[in-house]
């Protein structure tokens, strides 16, 4: 009888179609996220027109989002360590697709507001336990590789949010929009069948026997007897005061990651709300200002 760590079995492990699966699906799960998050700048220049709001009142309706995912992340982070990726990701998946189809149902920005609040919520949860869950199953020297190409995801959910408003916004109002993440929901219990439970999750729980069949499936040439006992080594290191990033000589270089990563949000979440907005207030067509947000 041996005691095996299953994290040097994945991390050591040759790539095989199941990180594919494992890959395709996160992806999928954050291409449906990212059209969730640009959904709001596309369909922005006409709920203003449609509901008289200033720029200050977009503004603020566009801000509920992004401080549910502030929120979420927090909260659906640490939940999905209790309960497992695999169901954190569910929760959040049908959390944020429900309150979107919701958002087609708004009659006003108040409602509007909290319906994006709620779908903030669990697009913040969703994507640090679809990162998590991608960083756990991926080889150690292709792990970066394959995280960062799931996360192009997010940007193809933009791409497709603007592509989808170019058709169906002239043809069936800015509801359409919203009511289209019907579609995503009604795929979530085939993704939930098909994506994995976290490997070390299921050893905690002690449900080894899942944990073995995963394993094989990751790598069918490890060698797991049956009376083999799994464990999941934590590899986290000890935890550090958030002082400690500013000691030592560090204080200016943590300031200025602090600013690049602030810089760039702004800059995404800028264009993706009031890009569509003010190539329409230039004079550009509601098509044609939908294009400039898909480039």
Request: charged share 15%.
């Amino acid at each position: 009888m041996r005691t095996l760590d299953v994290h040097p079995i994945i991390d050591n492990a040759r790539f095989t179609p199941f990180h594919w699966m494992v890959m395709a699906w996160c992806g999928l799960l954050l291409i449906f996220d990212g059209y969730d998050l640009f959904i709001y700048g596309v369909v922005l220049p006409v709920i203003m027109k449609e509901w008289g709001l200033t720029p200050l009142q977009a503004g603020a309706l566009g801000s509920y989002a992004l401080f549910g995912m502030m929120f979420g992340a927090l909260v659906f982070g640490s939940l999905a360590d209790r309960i497992g990726r695999k169901k954190g990701i569910a929760l959040c998946f049908a959390l944020f697709s429900t309150a979107t189809i919701l958002n087609g149902f708004a009659s006003s920005p108040s409602e509007f507001g909290i319906y994006r609040f709620i779908a903030g919520l669990g697009c913040g949860g969703l994507m640090p336990n679809a990162v998590a869950l991608m960083n756990e199953y991926a080889p150690k020297r292709l792990r970066s590789t394959l995280v960062a190409i799931m996360f192009s995801g997010y940007s193809m959910g933009g791409m497709l949010s603007a592509g989808v408003g170019i058709f169906m916004l002239p043809r069936f109002g800015w509801e359409s929009m919203f009511f289209a993440a019907a579609v995503p929901l009604l795929l979530l219990p085939v993704i939930l069948y098909y994506l994995p439970e976290s490997i070390g999750f299921l050893v905690r729980q002690g449900r080894t026997d899942e944990a073995r069949a995963l394993l094989k499936k990751l790598d069918p040439a490890c060698d797991i007897q049956p009376g083999d006992t799994l464990q999941a080594t934590d590899r986290k290191g000890g935890g550090n005061a958030v002082v400690e990033l500013f000691r030592n000589g560090l204080a200016v270089r943590t300031l200025a990651l602090w600013l690049a990563f602030f810089c760039c949000l702004l800059m995404v979440y800028a264009l993706s709300s009031w890009l569509p907005k003010l190539m329409a207030n230039a004079g550009y067509s509601l098509g044609s200002s939908l294009s400039f947000l898909l480039v």
